[in-house]
């Protein structure tokens, strides 16, 4: 355990020379695995889709916490496996693919806590581009996450968009749901995606 807080300490010490470059601008590009909560009489398994955007990371403060804004394109759904009845009462498993476009917006509450290592908070705003199904629309989500910054501006980031808001825009299913006491039907993404910021940075104190 004394080992532990010695590491700890070490870490927290050497954080400033990571968090002391100036407002920056980057690219970032990654994989997505999402699915849906709430689905009704199916069963969600993970969609692996795509995700990229840009970002703006502001100049941390003194206490190594910064801000960061985001615009990212994300492909996001599930694969809807439901039973699918035949003649003389036989059955069989179907699927039907679900997927989704949004213009994600998150503000990002980041808290340096290592040499390059951060963690991310913060609200999220999904836009609906378009589905496959006309059946959702816009959500609103808590983002968390863990990742790693070069002093180059190189990026590793892993994160969770936790869906808030329903995005069952069917008035059949929405009346079902009301019926049945159901909740809503919320978005679940993971992303794991490779990001450069680009600017200028001081020389390590």
Known sequence: MKRVLIAAGLLLAAAPAWAQSKTCFGLKAGLSRSTLSG???ASPKWLNSVVAGGMVRFKPTSQNFAVQLEANLSSQGARIEYIQMTGGGNYYIASDKRNS?????PVLLRQYIGPGLYL???PQLGVLLG???DAYK???AAVGGIGWESPTGWMLDGRLNY???SIDNDKDSQALRDRAGLGGLHNRVLQLSVGK???KKPAAR
């Open 131 to 133: 589905d496959s199904n």
């Open 197 to 199: 910021l680009f600017g």
């Open 163 to 165: 869906g808030l808001t």
């Open 120 to 122: 991310n908070v913060g």
């Open 101 to 105: 476009m949004y213009l994600n917006v």
């Open 39 to 41: 689905v009704v009489n």
């Open 138 to 140: 816009s959500d609103v």
